[in-house]
């Protein structure tokens, strides 16, 4: 006969080992909770950190420069010994062309491989050309920048001979080179969400493959391809070695992507570097121009937000 709490063919010895084991395993389910908000709050005390790092440091900036100078201002000469200027224009100016250069390079070309994945790949292709694809989301940024100084500025100066070798078109099509991945993969997972059903409703109404990738599941997927379109141009934005090394160091307020220019990044690596000494106008304006940066990638990331609810597919 078993004796009383054993079951059958138990010895002490075992009973009392998977009672510790009960106890460890209580232990660490009543510790996963608190380590994973610990966790949490450190993400959310960082975050905020930052932010008022930037606030403070920005309204030392302000104190010194008149805030309208700054917004509204068409020069950007913090180096000038006589009369230096804030004016953010020329630097949000020479982001912008970066930018829209990018996502002229990375969206098409972006949304036709996601389509091409997610349509007409076969399981072994996708398994392939996907990694190969996000491999370049694994480049440094500072290879991609040699990069578009020595091999790409060059192709481009055959073509267009009044290109300077700093320039805003050689660092935008580089930079579109590298968020390519971003509306690719994210596109493609999109696409892939996209009901069968659907597709095989098209198929059956005598849609052509192109008429169903085109005009069924790109539409119902609308939401997820516009969001990682807006999240990879504030992944541009934000871009800092490319336009540094292939962008140049000249603030223009201009519309002309031949010559050098200046973004918002570029200037901040430049103060950095230590051409300014702490304290100074110059060293509070890397601040002013962080927390500008920091207001553009905010409001990329609420719209993409904004986007992916308000125009969600629900299926």
Do not use: C
């Amino acid at each position: 006969m078993a004796s009383h709490g054993l079951e059958k063919g138990q010895s002490v010895q075992q009973l009392i080992a998977q009672s510790r084991n009960k106890k460890g395993k209580k232990i660490i389910e009543k510790s996963m909770p608190i380590l994973l908000i610990i966790t949490a709050l450190i993400s959310v005390f960082t975050t905020i950190g930052i932010v008022f790092t930037l606030i403070f440091e920005t309204f030392e900036f302000f104190q010194r420069v008149s805030i309208t100078d700054y917004i509204f201002g068409t020069e950007w000469m913090p180096f000038s010994g006589n009369e230096p200027t804030y004016g953010i224009l020329p630097l949000v100016l020479g982001t912008l062309k970066v930018s829209v250069i990018a996502a002229l390079v990375a969206v098409p070309l972006g949304i036709a491989a996601a389509i091409y994945l997610s349509e007409y790949a076969s399981d072994k292709a996708r398994r392939i050309i996907k990694p190969i694809l996000e491999v370049l989301a694994g480049v440094p940024t500072i290879v991609y920048g040699f990069f578009a100084l020595t091999f790409i500025t060059p192709i481009l100066q055959q073509l267009i001979p009044s290109l300077k070798i700093f320039n805003a078109l050689s660092p935008g099509i580089v930079v579109g080179i590298m968020i390519l991945p971003m509306v690719a993969s994210l596109s493609e997972d999109a696409m892939s969400s996209v009901p069968n059903s659907i597709r095989e409703g098209a198929l059956a109404l005598g849609a052509t493959k192109l008429e169903v990738s085109l005009k069924v599941v790109l539409p119902a997927a609308l939401s997820g391809i516009i969001s990682s379109v807006v999240l990879a141009v504030s992944r541009a934005i934000g871009e800092t070695m490319i336009v540094s090394l292939a962008g140049g160091a000249t603030p223009r307020f201009d519309f002309n992507v031949t010559d050098s220019i200046q973004t918002m990044t570029a200037y901040i690596v430049q103060v950095s570097s230590g051409d300014a000494g702490y304290g100074t106008t110059i060293y509070y304006s890397i601040y002013a121009v962080g927390f500008t940066l920091f207001i553009f990638t905010l409001l990329m990331n609420l719209l993409a937000q904004y986007i992916s609810k308000r125009f969600r597919e629900e299926y």
